[in-house]
């Protein structure tokens, strides 16, 4: 059974998309950016961008019956080679006991405040 998950962004309505998959035992969860999507602000820092990131992704995980635990990968797209480091401990507080595979690149996002985006892929773990 295929379960879509929104936050309600305007993004998801007008470019067409959800942000998340889940079908079966899988969940996908599309590229995240750093919006505070109650205030619909983005923050300047690239550290407080990407927490917002992994907290908008740990609600639609939570939404589709998943959780961090369940994440079996990660992209992150970070627009300054220098983010690099600001931002690998905040993933380690999240991910560091879970270790997705996890791939990182440096490019540059659709809007000029956006310094991070993040994906994830979640299997749902057997009880």
Not at 9 to 16: I, R
Not at 35 to 54: H, I, K
Not at 74 to 94: C, L, M, N, Q, W
Not at 96 to 121: H, N, Q, S, Y
Request: net charge negative; hydrophobic share 40%; glycine share 8%.
């Amino acid at each position: 059974m295929r379960k879509l998950i929104s936050t309600g962004s305007p993004f998801e309505k007008t470019a067409g998309y959800s942000r998340a998959v889940v079908q079966g035992d899988w969940c996908f969860v599309a590229g995240t950016t750093g919006y505070d999507y109650a205030t619909m602000t983005m923050p300047e820092s690239v550290e407080d961008q990407a927490r917002n990131c992994l907290a908008t992704i740990g609600k639609a995980l939570a939404d589709g019956g998943f959780a961090f635990a369940d994440v079996v990968r990660a992209h992150y797209y970070v627009t300054d080679r220098a983010f690099v480091k600001s931002v690998y401990p905040i993933f380690g507080e999240t991910f560091g006991d879970i270790r997705p595979a996890a791939t990182m690149i440096v490019c540059e996002l659709a809007e000029p405040e956006m310094k991070i985006e993040i994906e994830v892929t979640a299997l749902r773990r057997d009880a």
